[in-house]
């Protein structure tokens, strides 16, 4: 050990001679005392350090132990002297100390007391340790963090660079040392069996560390060794310097949403423990230079976010996209091998399990092996992850059964046939088999200590309960008063608890028995319940009553110990609340957590509301006031059910409108309705969507609530665009311009700004219907997004390009694809995914229109993708049909035009099948029609002709210019096809003058371009 002062000539320089030596006396007689308490030997001094040996000349675990409690008890005790040196010379006093553990050679050297020392590379070492130390830290070896695992809380592996050393080498900051001797988890006795696994699970973990990572799931029945095989593999990963990084799912946070991904994360980056600034600062250097933004949302994640700091709008998709990349860069520019376990991922919440899955899918190119621990009837994403290896843990053989019970009981002699006893009940599963034999120690038929017993019975007369159930349960009804009190009270609280909360709750603790009964073991100032199954018999065994009063006092004291995190905890709040029967608190968490999730996660938010309303029926069914408590929840699973492809109409949705007419609840009405009719829309039923769209408008106009109006425009009128109903959007476009009155901002409820959206739908009415002011009308709109907030102005880029190019209306020049290219890098920011699929989609479809192949190339593998993104994730179908057709263009293009043909003609029939949807119609026949013309053949030419009738005769209300404009390019590309010059010209002439007179800059072009 290496004791330094920090800038110790600085000190000198500030108090002078005389009162430095008094400093360093009591510096020095403090060191000494605590060292030479804890069985340390001090060694030299070194001007303005001390040097001490533990145990020399071998170094031994419970010496490595004793040095680094020495060195915990230096930094303490120093404070006091600190705060005095503080006081009286003004001179921040702080030390630094070093451990290293290995061979010395050790001696008297010079004379006096002070004279013994060691030498070696060893102590150079130590040395070393001590000057990277922080300031009032301790720094360990990688041989002394080795000797103190398990027993020591350290930090993650820093390497470090050393003077005279050449290549850098791992360092662990010592961050505590564990109350009681710990009993590294259930590692009670020697492993007996499971050889292959364990030579299975060392093969990964020497490919991990060279690199080839592995996830494994471990699976098997409670008590079969599951956890017991991680740690062993812990064990075996830290003895070679591998860091190893923990995370349990626990049955009570199933629903929270984050909980196991942040824990992991946690643990992972090392901000357990610090406070929210310390945190954010141990982030920054783990992570180095990612995006500022990023690492908000990675604070965020970890639940140590700056309160003071402002995140612009992200949506839930973005925002999971981003911190997917960002861990993911993280995990696979790590050089160091880590071993991470997901302990019990049969309670794992549904978010973090996403999450995980998705950060696993990387780890075969990491140097990681990922353990995932779980019980049989667990089949989610983390049993599934591609390439993961599974390793199902059978029960023990009888033979290491049997093994294993003489090595839990002894040898005596008196014991072979309760051994035999014992292994048949136990039937293979090692818990089952310790808790019977503390079972029995405790009902006094085994004397001794464990692993030395003998009988005081004879083994026929003893009765062994018949599950591993009743065994703990008749070992805790054993249990004195108080200890059952709390064993009671922590189980309510989860697998894992800490004293303040227990206490906070009402209990007043008393461990000794619960630990030394083995039913808990402390874990730095936590506990955890020795095995999972102790919890449930725990919690299941208590009074219902008493369970009540339990769950209340932890969400009371859970709100009470962070009252800032009260967001962030309301899941957890809200469950014991629910658990304790308090249905009206619970319903309010439930919704508070919904609200908080809905910027994160729209599954878990979706949860949160799910919870609500089931609460909420309950309550309704007593007291029939409560109606808008079921409605409100309600409404947000409709709005939302879109989004993640949930089907609500039918029961769902005619019970909230059942529930919202009894109350004369219409807004929350229209509210769902429009959830309903996006779904629609999506899933390519155009005309209910169109249809619900005229209920929804009809309904908010009767409201009168021009809000509401203007924020459910959005929905609305995008139903109507895909039905190309343009005297509709053109009159609810202008109806919430005019109820909007230039605040563009009004009814930001489902999107930033619904006026300029409104402008820009009220341009494509215009350009279709032939008025004037769309171009306008589209810039207008684009200036006001743009000025409102980013993702409104990537919305209104992808209603003006997409449909503005293909159209003729507007030209694919360098500045529109600009444009486009700006709004898809915000959108990969900020956006969901359907609107990063719409970014994608007008930058592919304005790059098609391009000349040079190289941008054609690009356009058509940006459409492929949106294309199959849209099918894969269930959105947008309606739109995809025009994808497609430029798709086929494309491909034409490429020299495959029988192909392209036939997905052309597929795509033309889809829309002009069962009534012609012209939205997307015109163009896409377009498509077809030019193909043909360009092939001349007569049959070619004969089936242009049939297309372009099909458009010019499809029934519409009103005249449509835009389908108008086409058919005179098309006639006069026929005619020139078949040699008809005069016809040709006068239809090329007219299409010129039409072009031009509406200002249609593509069509102009191409008009142009004719000879
Ligand atoms: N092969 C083994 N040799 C010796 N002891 C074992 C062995 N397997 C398990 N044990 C012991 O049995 C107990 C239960 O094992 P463990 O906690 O690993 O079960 P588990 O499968 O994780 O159960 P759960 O699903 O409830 O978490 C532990 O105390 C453990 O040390
Ligand atoms: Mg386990």
């Known amino acids: 050990m290496f004791v330094d002062v920090v800038h110790s000539m600085d000190i000198a320089a500030v108090v002078g001679a005389e009162r430095l030596r008094e400093i360093m006396g009591d510096l020095t007689d403090m060191c000494w005392a605590a060292i030479e308490r804890l069985g340390g030997t001090v060694g030299s001094f070194t001007g303005d350090g001390i040097m001490a040996v533990f145990g020399a000349p071998v170094a031994l675990e419970d010496h490595a132990i004793r040095a680094c409690r020495a060195a915990s008890a230096i930094q303490e005790e120093v404070r006091p002297l600190a705060a005095e040196a503080q006081r009286a010379d003004g001179i921040a006093l702080r030390l630094r100390v070093g451990l290293n553990s290995g061979e010395v050679i050790a001696g008297e050297i010079g004379a006096g007391a002070h004279g013994y020392t060691a030498i070696g590379e060893q102590v150079g070492m130590a040395q070393r340790m001590e000057s990277v130390a922080p300031a009032g830290g301790v720094m360990l070896s990688a041989s002394t963090a080795r000797l103190v695992d398990g027993a020591a809380m350290l930090g993650g592996a820093e390497s ?81 310097g591998v860091d190893v990084f923990t995370a349990c799912c626990e049955s009570h946070a199933s629903r929270v949403p984050f909980y196991a991904v942040m824990r992991l994360l946690r643990t992972v980056t090392g901000v357990d423990g610090l406070d929210g600034p310390a945190a954010r600062d141990r982030l ?10 990023d690492m908000l949302l990675l604070d965020d994640l970890l639940g140590i976010g700056d309160p003071e700091a402002v995140v612009a709008r992200i949506d839930p998709d973005a925002r999971r996209r981003r911190l997917t990349a960002l861990v993911n860069v993280a995990s696979t520019t790590r050089q160091t091998p880590a071993v991470y376990v997901i302990e019990d991922a049969h309670w794992i919440d549904g978010v973090s399990e996403s999450m995980l899955a998705d950060f696993f899918a990387v780890t075969p190119q990491t140097p990681a092996l990922v353990l995932v621990t779980y019980r049989p009837e667990y089949a989610g994403a983390l049993a599934r992850v591609r390439g993961a290896e599974t390793l199902v843990l059978d029960p023990l053989s009888e033979m290491e059964t049997a093994a294993l019970v003489s090595e839990l009981l002894g040898d005596d002699s008196s014991l072979s046939e309760l051994n035999r006893t014992i292994a048949a009940r136990a039937a293979g599963n090692p818990f089952f088999a310790e808790e019977i034999v503390r079972d029995l120690a405790e009902r006094g038929v085994l004397r001794g200590d464990r692993g030395a017993y003998s009988s005081t019975v004879d083994a026929a007369e003893v009765s062994v309960p018949a599950t591993v159930q009743a065994t703990i349960a008749a070992r805790i009804d054993r249990l004195e008063p108080a200890a059952k009190h709390t064993l009671n009270a922590a189980a309510v609280i989860g697998v894992r608890f800490d004293l303040d909360l227990l206490t906070a709750s009402g209990v007043e603790p008393s461990f000794d028995e619960l630990v030394t009964a083995g039913l808990v073991d402390p874990i730095g100032s936590d506990y955890v319940f020795h095995h999972p199954l102790v919890r449930t018999v725990a919690y299941e065994a208590q009074l219902r009553s008493d369970r009540v009063l339990s769950h209340r006092r932890v969400a ?167 039905c190309a109903e343009w005297r509709d959007v053109l009159d609810w476009s202008q109806r919430v311009i005019d109820l909007a009155a230039g605040s563009p901002a009004m009814g930001d409820f489902l999107f930033g700004s619904p006026l300029a959206l409104a402008l820009a739908t009220r341009a494509w009415a215009r350009y279709w ?78 790059l098609v229109h391009r000349d040079t ?101 499809a029934p519409t209300g009103d005249e449509l210019v835009i389908r108008d404009v086409w058919l005179l390019r098309w006639r006069a590309l026929v005619a020139r096809a078949h040699g008809d010059e005069t016809a040709y010209r006068r239809y090329r002439d007219r299409y010129r003058t039409t072009a031009a007179a509406h200002g249609f800059e593509g069509h102009l072009s191409w008009a142009r371009a004719l000879p």
């Open 160 to 240: 470090v660079r050393i003077k005279g050393a050449g290549e850098p080498v791992s360092a662990y900051r010592l961050l505590g040392i564990r109350e009681r001797p710990f009993v590294p988890a259930r590692a009670g006795s020697d492993l007996v069996g499971r050889q292959w696994e364990m030579s299975v699970l060392g093969g990964l973990l020497d490919d991990a560390v060279d690199g080839r990572g592995a996830v494994v799931g471990v699976v098997g029945q409670p008590g079969i060794g599951k956890s017991r095989l991680a740690h062993e593999v812990a064990r075996m990963a830290r003895r070679s």
């Open 556 to 722: 009371a004291a859970i709100e009470a110990a962070a009252p800032a995190s009260a967001d962030e905890n309301a899941a957890l709040i809200a469950g014991h609340l629910e658990t304790a029967g308090d249905l009206h608190p619970a319903y309010g968490w439930h919704m508070r957590a919904a609200s908080w999730a809905a910027n994160r996660d729209i599954g878990a938010a979706r949860l949160g509301w799910e919870r609500a309303a089931t609460i909420a029926d309950a309550l309704r069914a007593e007291d029939p006031g409560c109606t808008a408590m079921c409605i409100a929840p309600r409404t947000m699973l409709c709005a939302t059910a879109h989004r993640v492809h949930v089907d609500v109409a039918g029961d769902h949705f005619d019970e909230l409108r059942e529930m919202c007419a009894a109350v004369g609840d219409n807004a929350s009405l229209a509210i769902a309705m429009a959830g309903l009719l996006m779904d629609d829309a999506w899933q390519d039923r155009i005309q209910e969507a169109s249809r619900l769209a005229s209920e929804v408008w009809a309904l908010v106009e009767s409201i009168g609530e021009p809000t509401l109006t203007v924020g459910l425009s959005v929905p609305v009128l995008y139903a109507k665009l895909e």
């Open 284 to 293: 920054r250097d783990r992570i180095g230079d990612a995006d500022p933004e």
């Open 853 to 953: 192949d190289a941008e054609r190339d690009r356009g058509y593998a940006l459409l492929i993708e949106v294309s199959d993104a849209a099918l894969q994730r269930r959105h947008n179908l309606c739109d995809r049909p025009l994808i497609e057709a430029y798709v086929a263009r494309e491909q034409a293009r490429r020299g495959d035009r029988d192909a392209a043909i036939v997905s052309m003609r597929a795509v033309v029939d889809h829309l002009f099948g069962h009534g012609a949807r012209l939205l997307h119609g015109v163009a896409a026949a377009g498509v077809l029609v030019e193909t043909l013309i360009d092939g001349g053949s007569q049959d070619d030419l004969s089936e242009a002709a049939a297309a372009i009738t099909r458009v010019a005769d």
């Open 769 to 846: 219907l032939g008025r004037p002011g769309w171009r306008d009308d589209q810039r207008h709109g684009l200036a006001m997004a743009r000025s409102v907030e980013p993702l409104s102005y990537v919305t209104v880029v992808t209603y003006v390009y997409p449909s503005g190019i293909p159209n003729g209306v507007l030209r694919p020049d360098a500045t529109a694809v600009r444009e486009i290219e700006d709004a898809l890098l915000i959108a990969e920011r900020s956006g969901d995914a359907v609107v990063l699929n719409y970014a994608r989609a007008s930058l592919g479809l304005a």
